[in-house]
C-alpha cells in the first residue's frame, strides 16, 4: 500500500493536466448543445454619444437570424436596474470616509453609448459566421458627444458627463490616513514632489471571455456557462434579471484558459445570454472574439499617482502623500476594490508614521477599469519603490541600503500598519522577514558592491548595467468566505465539492493534495468537484489570491467535523474509543494495532439511512459536512523582485541579465504550481513594463485591436526566473497558507523602471511612467 | 397577499401538466446529445441455450455502425459478478425461515441464453435504424436446451436446469406461520382445498425503458439519464460496474411515462449503455421499442397457490394454508420482494388464528419477474377473497356476510397480525375500520339484498348478474428511508431537493403543497428538485407506495430543524424570543402583531457566511438542511372493490354495471390525484382481470409481440368508478399519510372473478383462474 501523509509540500503532477495535454479540455467554446444558436454582438464604434434609433429589420432578415434585439427595445422588456449602493462591508464604511457613485451597466446600452466596444445589440443566428454577417447590417443613429478621455480633464467643470444622473464624473472618493502627513512632511529635511503614471494594459488571457445557456422547460430551470471566475455571484445576478430562484439556476465554469481577474465579475453578456435563450427557447452561446475582448473585457491599471514625500538625511521615509486618479472607463464594476487596494498597500515593507492618500476614480469613455492581477497593487508598488530610489538618488545612497534602513525589521512582526483593509479590519502584516527577503535576493544578484564596480567599469566602456529592486506586500486569501462539502463516497473515496472557481491554476491537484493530507488517502482517491453551482449552493470563487487560503480552511473545518462522525462509527464497530483511532490509509484503525482497521467504505455504508444502518445512538445518518471558512482578515505574502538589465542604447531596448524572486506565501501545498505563478505573475508584470499598452486617442477610439497592436510577452522576451522561498506559515488559517497567484505580477514594472533609472543615473533621467519603451532610452541620451 | 396555510387537502392543480400538457416534457427518447450514437440489440430467439459462437463482422461493417460487442467478448472485459448475497434487512433474516439463490444477470448473456428476449450483442450506430439493421446481420450459434416453461415441471428431477452453479430451478424458498395450521385444519368443521392462479401480465408503461449516457473525460464522470424509479440504486450499481466513485456518476430520471413497479430496479440495460459511452467516448442512447419491452422488460404476477382452509358453520375461517410457486422467470432481480408481500398480505382484513405459508420460487426460461403494481399482493388477494367467496358458497351464505363475520372490527385497531413484515418489523394494522369500508361499498352498490331480488328476477329471464367483493389491506411506505434537503433560497423561495423518483404521479405538486404548508408560502414558491443523484447524495426512489410517506416525513424533520435556525435569526432581528415567532407568508414575524416580520429571503441573507452576517452566536451559516426519514415500519391503507357486472353469455364478455371503490389512505394531500391513482389502479386491475396475459408456448416461445396480441383496457372498456374516501390518519408518520400507488390494482381480478362466479352460481362453476377470457363463460355453459 502506498504511503499517505505529507502530500501537502510535494509537486504533485497536475491532475488537469492529462484532459489537457490530451485535448480532452472542455472550454465554453467547445460545448456543443442540439439546436444551439450563436450570438454576434453589435458594438459601439464611438465613444461617446446619444442614441437616436437602432434599425435592425436588415440584420432580421438576413440568412439564419432567429433573433435580434436592440439595447432601447430590451429596456423595455426587462427595465433597467436603478444604480445600487454596493454591498461593501459595514467596517469598512463605518472606518473609511468615502463616496461612491454606482451607475449600473445595463445588458445593452439603451440611452447613451459610452465607449468604443459598448454593445448595443446582439444577433442570434444559426452560426456565429451568420450572426455576424447580420451584425453587419445594423444600423444605428448616434448624434455624438465628447469623449471624455483623459481623468484629470474629466474632472474639470466643462467637460462631458457620462453618467447624467450625477453632474459629475468623479464616480468615487476616499481617504485614509495615519499620523499627521502635512507637519511630517512640513518638517522633514528633505521633500519630494512627483507625478507616476502607471499606464492602462489587461489580462488578455488565452481564453477570451464565453458564455452559453441553455433553458429547460421541463424544469423551468436554466443552465449557464460561462468562462468567469465567479460563478456563484454569476448565479445571483442571474436569478435577480431573470425572476428565478437561485435553486433553478445553474452556473458551471468548465476548463476556463486564464481569468487573473478580468473574469473575476459578471458582466452584461453573462446575464444577457441566459435572458435570450429562455426567451427564444434554444441554447445561445457567445464567445468574445479578440477584437471583442480589447474593447470590451476590462482594462486594468491605469492610475496617475502625484505622491509629496519627506525624509531625513539617513534616507529614512519620515511622511507619504498621494493623490491618485483612477482612469475608471465607463463603468465601475468591482467599485472601489482596485483603488483602495492600491491606497493600503502603498506602505508595502517599510515603517514610517504619516501616512495620507486620497483616490479619486473617474469615469471616462473607455473600457472599464476591473482588476487584473495585483489588483491596484503594481500601481502602489510603482510608486513607493520608485520614491525609494528617488531618496536614494537624491541622497547619494544605494537604494538597497534605503530600503534595508527602512523596512519593518523581522523583529517587528507581526506589524500592525494602522490603516484599516478593504475587510474593514486592521492591517497587521502577520508573518515574514522583509529583510531578509532582501538580503537574499541581493546575494542571488551577487551583491550590491559588485554589481556597482562592474556597472562603474561598464559605463566607461559605453555599456549601461542597471540594479531594479521591487519590494511589495500582498493582502492575499481575503474573505469574505469560501465553502466546502466533504463527503465519504461509498467507495471510500473522499469527494470534495468547493466554492473555488480555478482557471488553469491546477486547484483539483492542491486541493486532492489537502484532502488527501486531512483523510490520509492518496491524491488520486480523492473527488474534486470545482466550479458548479450544482455542487454546492454557497460559494464565493476565485479572485483575490483567496482559494488557496479560504477552501483549505474550509476543508478543514468540515474535514474536522466530519471525522468525528466517522469516529463515532468505527469506535462503535471496532469496540473502543474515538479517542484510540487514527485515519491510516483510507481505513480508520486502531492506533498502534495493525490489522485493526475499518475502511472507510465500510464506514460509509453504516452511516446510511435505514434498516441494519450500524450508526451508534445520536450520530446522524450520512457522510457529509459543508463548512465555510471566514478569515479573520487577510493573510501577507511578500516578495522582492531583483533584476540586472543591460540597456541597449540605440535599439532602446532593455536586456534582462538576471532576474530573482524571493517570495513567501507561507506553507506551500505543491511547489511546481506556485513557481509556475511566481513566473507566470513575472511575465505578464514584464509585459506590463515592456510591451503591452492599451492607448487611446483624443476621441476615445481605442488603438489596440489585435495582437498586432498589442504585443504580449513571448518566450524570447522573457528572462531564467531564479526563484527563491521563504516559509513564514501565516497564523491565520489552518494550513499557514498564503496567496500566490497575482503577487509575482506586482513588482516587474518598477524593477524594469528603477532598473533603467539607475542604468542610466548619471544622465539624471527618471523613469516615473510605464510602459518603458525604445523610445524613452534612446531620447534620454538626448 | 394569497392566504397560505392548507394546501394538503386541496385538490392544487399539477404543476407537471403545464409541461405535458404543451409538448415541453422531456423524456429520455427526447434526449439529444451532440454526436449521439444509438444502440440496438441483439436478443435471443430462443428460450434456453448455450452460446457457442456469435459472429459481428458482418454487422461491423454495416454503414454507420461505430462499436459493436457481443456477451461472450463483453464477458472478458467485465467480468460477470459471481452471485452475491441479497441485501435483506437482519431482523426479517433473523425471523424468517428462508433459503435464497442469487444468480446474477451479467450486462449481456455470454454463456447460455436463458429467455427469448435475452440481450447478447449490442451494436452502436449512427442512428437506431442504422444499428437496427446491423443487428440483423449478426449470427449466432447456440445449442439448444429444454426450454423450462412450467415452474411445476421445473422442480422434477429430470427438468433442464437455468444456473447450473445450482442444480435446481428453485432459487428461493421460504415459510411462514402462525398458530397451529395443520391440527386447525384437522379440527376444521369444513376443510377445503382449492388451486388458484393468477397469470402473467405486467405493468407496461406507456414509455417504455430508456437510457442515455454521456461521460464526461474533463472530469472523469459520466452522466446517465434513465426512464426509471430508482436513480440513486442505478447510480450505486453503476459505480460498481464502471469502478467509479459514486460522487462522479450523475443518475437523471427525466420526465418518466410510466413505471408501476417494472422501472424499480436496475437492468442491465442501463448499466451497459453508460459503459459502452465511456468506452467509445461518445453519448450512446437506447430507447426500448414495444417489441423489446414484452420481451425483455420484467413481467409479473404469475403465481400459483394451492390453499387449504378451514371455516366453521357460520363461515368463520379458521385456519389458512398455502403453498405457492412463483415463475420467476430467468431471473429474480428483486429476490423475495414480491413473494414475501404475497405471503403477508393474504391474511387480508380477516381474523383468524392458524396460518402457514411456504412460498417457492422458480427459475423458468422466461422474462424476469418483477414488480409490478401491487407487487405480489393481487395474487394473495385472489386467493383470499376467492376462498370467502368459495365459503360463502359452500355453507349458502352471503358473501357479504362471511367477510363481515371475518373481518377485524374497528376496536381491535390497531392490530397485531402476528408476521413480520419484509422490514422483519413484527406487523401492525396501524388505524382503520375495515368493516365500515364493505359497509358503505355495499350501500353503494344499493345494498346486497336489493341485488340478490334482482338478480334472482334477471337470471329467471336469462340474464346473468354478479355481484363481486374483493377487500384487501396493503403495507405502504415501507423503509428503509427517504432523504430530503430543505433549503431557503436567497430568494425567499423555499427549494426541495429529495430522494423519491417521479413516473408521473404528481409529486412535484404533492411535496409544493407539503412544503407550502411546512413554512406557509405558496406551492408556487416551492422549487422542488426530484430524480437526480445531483441534489441530493443519498435516496432511496419510488417503489412500494413509500415516496409520499417517506419523503412527507424526511420533509418534516428537515424543515422543523432548518425553522429553528430560521426563528434563531429572526429572533435576532426582532429583538424577540424565538418562542414568539411564527410562519406567515413567506416571512417569520412576531405573534399577533402584524407588520412585524421579516421576509424569509432576508433571513437567508442573513445566514449567508462572511462580513456583515446577522447570525446570532453559534448559528451556522447557511440555510440547508437534509434528513432522513427511517419509518418505524409500513403503515396500512386498506380498500373494498365491489362490482355488479352482467355476463353476455353468448359473446362471454363480462360488462361492469357498477364499479365501487371504497378507500382509506389515511390523509390525503391531493385528493385529485388520489382519485387518480385509485382510477388508473383499477383500469390496470381489470386488465390483468379480463384482457393482458403474457403467454408462452411449451418451447419457451413469447406469443406476444406488440399490442396487436397483449390487450390493454381502453377507454370503452373501462366503467365509471364510484370512489369513496375514509381517512384514519396514520399514527407512524407525521403528516398521517399512506401509500395510494399500487392499492387499487389489487383487487379488480377477484372482484371480476367472484362477480363472474357469483354470476353464475347457479352452475356451481368456479373461476379461480386469471385472466377470465369469453371462452370461459362461454364455455360455463357447456
Aim: net charge negative.
Amino acid at each position: 500500500m502506498a504511503e499517505t501523509g505529507g502530500f501537502i509540500g510535494k509537486s504533485v503532477p497536475r491532475r488537469e493536466d492529462k484532459r489537457l495535454l490530451t485535448g480532452k479540455g472542455e472550454f465554453v467554446a467547445d460545448l456543443k448543445l442540439p439546436s444551439m444558436l450563436h450570438a454576434a454582438f453589435v458594438r459601439s464604434q464611438v465613444a461617446h454619444g446619444r442614441i437616436k434609433s437602432v434599425d435592425l429589420s436588415r440584420a432580421l432578415r438576413s440568412p439564419g437570424v432567429v433573433y435580434a434585439i436592440s439595447g432601447p427595445d430590451l429596456a423595455k422588456l426587462l427595465p433597467p436596474v436603478p444604480d445600487t449602493q454596493l454591498s461593501l462591508p459595514k467596517k469598512w464604511t463605518t472606518r473609511v470616509q468615502h463616496t461612491f457613485l454606482n451607475p449600473q451597466q445595463p445588458l445593452l446600452a439603451y440611452d447613451k453609448v459610452r465607449h468604443v466596444g459598448e454593445a448595443v445589440a446582439v444577433i442570434l443566428a444559426e452560426s456565429r459566421y451568420l450572426a455576424e454577417d447580420a451584425a453587419e447590417l445594423v444600423t444605428m443613429e448616434i448624434e455624438p458627444l465628447p469623449a471624455v478621455v483623459d481623468p484629470e480633464a474629466g474632472l474639470t467643470r466643462d467637460s462631458a458627463v457620462l453618467h447624467e444622473q450625477y453632474d459629475t464624473n468623479l464616480i468615487g472618493d476616499f481617504a485614509i490616513a495615519k499620523g499627521d502627513v502635512e507637519t511630517a512632511l512640513a518638517n522633514a529635511p528633505h521633500r519630494m514632489k512627483r507625478r507616476f503614471y502607471h499606464h492602462r494594459y489587461a489580462a488578455i488571457p488565452m481564453e477570451g471571455r464565453g458564455v452559453a445557456a441553455n433553458y429547460d422547460a421541463r424544469t423551468d430551470s436554466i443552465n449557464i456557462w460561462s468562462a468567469c471566475q465567479v460563478i456563484h455571484w454569476l448565479r445571483r445576478e442571474a436569478s435577480t434579471v431573470l425572476g428565478m430562484p437561485e435553486a433553478r439556476i445553474r452556473c458551471v465554469a468548465l476548463d476556463v484558459g486564464g481569468g487573473f481577474g478580468v473574469k473575476g465579475h459578471v458582466y452584461p453578456e453573462e446575464l444577457l445570454i441566459p435572458y435570450l435563450a429562455r426567451e427564444v427557447g434554444r441554447p445561445v452561446k457567445w464567445i468574445e472574439d479578440r477584437h471583442e475582448h480589447f474593447m470590451s473585457a476590462c482594462h486594468s491599471r491605469d492610475q496617475t499617482h502625484d505622491v509629496e514625500f519627506g525624509f531625513d538625511d539617513d534616507g529614512r521615509l519620515l511622511a507619504f502623500q498621494d493623490e491618485f486618479l483612477v482612469d475608471c472607463g465607463a463603468w465601475n464594476p468591482i467599485g472601489s476594490g482596485i483603488a483602495y487596494n492600491t491606497a493600503v498597500h502603498l506602505p508595502g515593507p517599510y515603517k514610517f508614521e504619516h501616512f495620507a492618500v486620497r483616490s479619486k476614480i473617474v469615469a471616462t469613455n473607455k473600457v472599464p477599469n476591473a482588476p487584473y492581477r495585483g489588483a491596484g497593487r503594481p500601481e502602489a508598488t510603482f510608486a513607493m519603490e520608485r520614491v525609494i530610489d528617488l531618496i536614494a538618488a537624491e541622497l547619494g545612497l544605494d537604494p538597497a541600503d534605503v530600503r534595508m534602513r527602512n523596512m519593518i525589521p523581522a523583529s517587528e512582526m507581526p506589524y500592525r500598519l494602522g490603516l484599516p483593509y478593504r475587510d474593514g479590519e486592521p492591517i497587521v502584516y502577520d508573518s515574514g522577514d522583509y529583510p531578509e527577503s532582501l538580503r537574499q535576493a541581493l546575494a542571488a544578484l551577487g551583491g550590491v558592491d559588485a554589481f556597482r564596480d562592474r556597472q562603474r567599469a561598464a559605463r566607461a566602456q559605453g555599456r549601461y548595467f542597471g540594479l531594479g529592486l521591487g519590494c511589495y506586500v500582498e493582502g492575499t486569501g481575503v474573505g469574505p468566505f469560501e465553502s466546502a462539502t466533504v463527503r465519504v463516497d461509498p467507495t471510500g473515496k473522499i469527494y470534495l465539492a468547493g466554492g473555488a472557481c480555478p482557471q488553469g491554476q491546477g486547484m483539483e491537484t492542491i486541493f486532492s493534495q489537502i484532502v488527501a493530507d486531512a483523510w490520509q488517502v492518496q491524491p488520486d482517491d480523492v473527488v474534486v468537484a470545482l466550479a458548479d453551482t450544482s455542487v454546492i449552493s454557497i460559494g464565493f470563487g476565485t479572485i483575490a489570491s483567496r482559494s488557496t487560503v479560504n477552501l483549505s480552511g474550509a476543508i478543514h473545518t468540515a474535514s474536522q467535523s466530519l471525522q468525528k462522525k466517522v469516529f463515532a462509527i468505527a469506535a462503535d464497530m471496532l469496540e473502543c474509543s474515538p479517542a484510540d483511532l487514527e485515519l491510516r490509509n483510507g481505513t480508520v484503525g486502531l492506533v498502534g494495532v495493525p490489522g485493526r482497521e475499518i475502511p472507510l467504505a465500510r464506514i460509509a455504508k453504516a452511516a446510511m439511512p435505514g434498516w441494519d444502518n450500524k450508526r451508534p445512538a445520536g450520530v446522524s445518518a450520512g457522510l457529509e459536512e459543508t463548512a465555510y471558512f471566514e478569515p479573520p482578515t487577510v493573510t501577507w505574502a511578500y516578495a522582492t523582485h531583483a533584476a540586472i538589465v543591460e540597456l541597449d542604447v540605440e535599439l532602446g531596448r532593455v536586456e534582462i541579465e538576471k532576474y530573482v524572486i524571493v517570495h513567501d506565501c507561507g506553507v506551500v501545498v505543491n511547489p511546481m504550481l506556485v513557481d509556475g505563478q511566481i513566473n507566470g505573475g513575472a511575465v505578464q508584470g514584464l509585459g506590463g513594463a515592456l510591451l503591452e499598452e492599451l492607448s487611446y486617442d483624443s476621441e476615445g477610439q481605442l488603438l489596440v485591436g489585435s495582437f498586432m497592436d498589442y504585443l504580449v510577452p513571448g518566450a524570447s522576451d522573457v528572462p531564467h526566473f531564479e526563484l527563491k522561498h521563504m516559509h513564514f506559515p501565516s497564523p491565520l488559517n489552518p494550513y499557514g497558507v498564503k496567496g500566490v497567484g497575482e503577487g509575482s505580477a506586482i513588482a516587474p514594472p518598477v524593477v524594469i523602471a528603477n532598473a533603467v533609472s539607475d542604468a542610466l543615473s548619471h544622465l539624471k533621467v527618471e523613469f516615473n511612467s510605464t510602459p518603458i519603451r525604445p523610445e524613452h532610452i534612446v531620447t534620454a541620451f538626448g
